[in-house]
């Protein structure tokens, strides 16, 4: 907490870190709209799967939990962490290296060593609130093992869950 100005009344503090956890979730929210309605997906982790595989075919990680939804990339587009962006595709398993079109659900903001490392959310239905609630705790655990994994390779920077922005 800070104060405000020169102002010295306990009621002039500001939320510092509230303000700005706000605002970079506002600027989730624009990255989400910024997105076309559908868009396609190439699957490097099925639904169920323990073990995280980067787009060039290296494994990334092994998860202690199953991962819950198909994890993949959006061919052509980039990320904020200079690597393909991030794709979770809802529904039924889909194999290791399918390709599949779906419609723009939501985005996972989310910062992964200081960098932006958002994660578009696909499906075919509405993202009801099961899954909204699924994905939140998902990531906020995940966020919990990657912060574990990077103290362990000795890597910099802040990894954060920043929010769920849904498509209405």
């Known amino acids: 907490m800070v104060r405000s100005g020169n102002d010295a009344r306990p009621d002039s503090f500001v939320d ?5 956890r706000a605002e970079c979730f506002d600027d989730v929210r ?15 982790s099925p ?13 990334d990680f092994v998860s202690p939990i199953p991962v819950p939804y198909n994890y993949g990339f ?9 690597d ?25 903001g989310f910062v992964d060593g200081g ?16 899954w909204r ?3 939140r705790g998902f990531f906020v655990a995940y966020t919990r093992f990657k912060r574990a994994l990077a103290l362990a390779r000795n890597d910099d920077g802040q990894t954060r869950f920043v929010g769920l922005a849904v498509r209405r």
């Open 84 to 108: 393909p962006l991030d794709a979770i595709v809802l529904g039924p398993r889909l194999e290791r290296g399918q390709r599949t079109h779906a419609t723009v659900l939501g985005l996972v």
């Open 133 to 135: 609630l699924s994905l």
């Open 30 to 44: 624009r990255r989400l709209h910024a997105l076309p309605a559908q868009l396609s997906a190439e699957i490097e």
């Open 74 to 82: 959006v061919p052509g587009r980039t990320g904020g962490d200079g």
């Open 16 to 20: 510092v870190t509230a303000s700005r």
């Open 115 to 130: 960098a932006v490392d958002d994660k578009v959310v696909l499906g075919t239905a509405p993202l009801e609130l099961r």
């Open 47 to 59: 639904r169920g799967s323990f073990t995280k595989v980067r787009s060039d075919g290296r494994v």
